[in-house]
């Protein structure tokens, strides 16, 4: 079914091999307008080559091809337009689409390869961010994707659980803190005291010293100072383990920085053995000038390491243990420069498997055009978003289908679906506004309107009472069934795109137009009438609900049947 490969391969033999193959399909467009046929290829290239004119040579190739895929062949100007067999090439791609299920648009590029993915990794006590959640949103697409192309995957939550801040914490805790209160809402309460030790430190510098103080004695394992950290540490992760039981998501490993404690001195002897240390201002740097960059920081003047000298650690340790071909990293594209120094000093210490190592930047979520902070205490928490998601998807569901069963299960689903999409749509760089209202939509660029359109096809298909027989097949020839058609030929095509790109939103992208073209479809053509390609598009109606239902489990996404 690949029809571009199909077409170059036509056309690479009718020019005698001056192209090859792969450099055809490079060229082939998709024409603009539907009365120039299905896929284009422009001449120019070849005018060179040839030493004709491109006219004459769309000219002369045009005459030259004949393939049961294609009905006509036609030349246009320096253009040469294919139109393809509507017939033929739906019968293929809807008989192709039943047969494979939901293993449509699989591939193997990724057999026998791991990829570790680096992704949500929120820091204890503190709130769970909009930046980590699109983390974690991008990265678990990221991470089905892969799959799908059959990459073998782990999903690590780098916890960022150490850092002088535990000292600060420990410090306001004993003296302000009460347990209860943060058993009730740890991270509130966390956060608070947090907060409060900044507010207080402006008028009683010395606390500074005593945080100072408290981190020592946690890096020395006093039992005290052990015990508060990891009190903390697991009434965070109780708390963000609710936000990812709602949004469905799970991990391999949630290794964060404080496992990486005992595992630092290694490779500050790796640095040191290969003379790439070098004393700066008392701290210990690699250096990275012949990049145009500033050192990365190893070690501090009084011994302590740094978030950077655990990337590295952490590096080693992932490609001892899962010998990953690629490693992601999804973090925010603020932590750009961090990952091009750690990426470098991985190459200077000669590992050759840093190459496969890459930073999945992303941009921020806005909220009136204003990047949403954690700082000074004023924060959105992000169970409370969700929540509200799922009101407002209940209140929608309940006015547009009132006696719908399993509404608050539904709801569940469409208000988290929701923010997921929204989140995935955009181009990864992009900010994006939050805007729960615009996220909820029914019509619109949504989550719910892709679930929306297939909870359509599947009510379709539950009224028939035709059992739809492949064998009896005609393929479908009028346009609007022809749209869907060529919109689900798309699909591998784009999951490969969307993999190379680490780009889920071509995902988003192609699910919305998708739904739109089947919609078009739906409004136009009676799907039920009584005729000889109800089969047909029976057929087509599956193939769109097997479609949609994959493409949003791999954004992470649930299909309701019913909505
Ligand atoms: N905890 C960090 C933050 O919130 C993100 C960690 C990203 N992963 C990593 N391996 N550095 O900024």
Not at 68 to 83: K, L, M, S
Not at 163 to 183: C, R
Not at 264 to 290: H, I, R, T, W, Y
Not at 392 to 401: D, G, K, S, V
Request: hydrophobic share 40%.
């Amino acid at each position: 079914m690949e029809l571009v490969k199909t077409y170059a391969q036509e056309i690479s033999t009718a020019i005698e091999g001056k192209l090859t193959v792969t450099e055809v399909s490079e060229l082939i467009e998709q024409p603009k307008h539907r009365n120039q046929g299905d896929l284009a290829f422009p001449c120019f290239v070849l005018a060179k080559k040839l030493k004709k004119s491109p006219l004459v040579i769309a000219a002369s190739v045009a005459l030259k091809i004949n393939h049961a895929h294609f009905e006509n062949v036609i030349a246009e100007g320096p253009y040469i337009n294919g139109f393809l067999n509507r017939a033929v090439v739906s019968k293929n791609v809807l008989l192709s689409i039943l047969a494979l299920q939901d293993g449509y648009g699989s591939n193997n590029e990724g057999t026998g390869k791991t990829i570790t993915l680096d992704l949500s990794s929120p820091n204890i006590a503190k709130p769970f961010s909009m930046g980590h959640l699109r983390s974690t949103v991008i990265g678990n697409a990221m991470a089905n994707i892969a799959e799908k192309c059959g990459y073998e995957t782990i999903r690590i939550n780098h916890l960022g659980d150490w850092g002088t801040q535990f000292g600060k914490l420990i410090t306001a805790y004993q003296l302000w803190g009460s347990e209860e209160k943060v058993k009730q809402a740890p991270i509130q309460e966390l956060l608070s005291l947090y907060v409060r030790f900044h507010e207080e430190v402006e008028a009683n510098p010395e606390l500074n010293d005593e945080a100072r103080l408290w981190f020592k004695k946690l890096e020395g394992h006093d039992e005290r100072a052990e015990l508060l950290w990891k009190w903390f540490r697991d009434e965070s992760l109780q708390e963000f383990d609710k936000i990812y039981q709602l949004l469905g998501i799970s991990f391999d490993s949630v290794n964060g920085e404080a496992f990486y404690n005992d595992k630092m001195d290694e490779v500050v002897a790796m640095l040191e053995q290969k003379n790439l240390l070098v004393k700066s201002g008392g701290a210990d740097v690699v250096l990275l000038d012949e990049y145009g960059l500033p050192p990365l920081l190893i070690r501090k003047s009084d011994g302590g390491t740094l978030y950077g000298t655990r990337d590295l650690a952490a590096a080693l340790y992932r490609q001892r243990n899962y010998q990953f071909e690629k490693s992601f990293y999804v973090v925010g594209q603020e932590q750009s420069l961090h990952f091009k120094q750690v990426f470098l000093v991985l190459k200077k210490l000669g590992f050759n498997w840093a190459h496969g190592m890459e930073h999945v930047p992303f941009g921020f979520i806005l909220k009136d055009g204003k990047k949403m902070s954690t700082r000074k205490g004023k924060v959105v928490l992000l169970e409370q978003v969700i929540k509200e998601a799922v009101d407002m998807a209940e209140n929608n569901i309940a006015e547009r289908n009132p006696q719908l069963q399993e509404k608050e299960d539904i709801a569940q689903m469409v208000g988290i679906g929701a923010i997921m999409f929204h989140d995935l749509k955009n181009d990864r760089l992009n900010n994006v506004e939050f805007s729960l209202s615009d996220m909820l939509k029914f019509e619109g660029n949504t989550g719910p309107y892709v679930q929306y359109t297939h909870a359509r096809a599947c009510s379709i298909l539950k009224k028939s009472t035709v059992k739809v027989n492949p064998e009896t097949f005609k393929g479908l020839e009028d346009a609007y069934s022809w749209g869907v058609v060529k919109a689900l030929m798309a699909f591998p095509d784009v999951i490969e795109r969307s993999f190379q790109q680490s780009e889920p939103s071509h995902l988003a992208k192609y699910l919305l137009n998708l739904s739109q073209e089947f919609n078009s479809f739906y409004s136009h053509v009676k799907v039920l009438a009584d005729d000889a390609e109800q089969q047909d598009r029976l057929a087509l109606v599956m193939s769109v609900a097997i479609t949609l239902k994959e493409g949003l489990r791999l954004l992470g996404l649930r299909a309701p049947e019913r909505m």
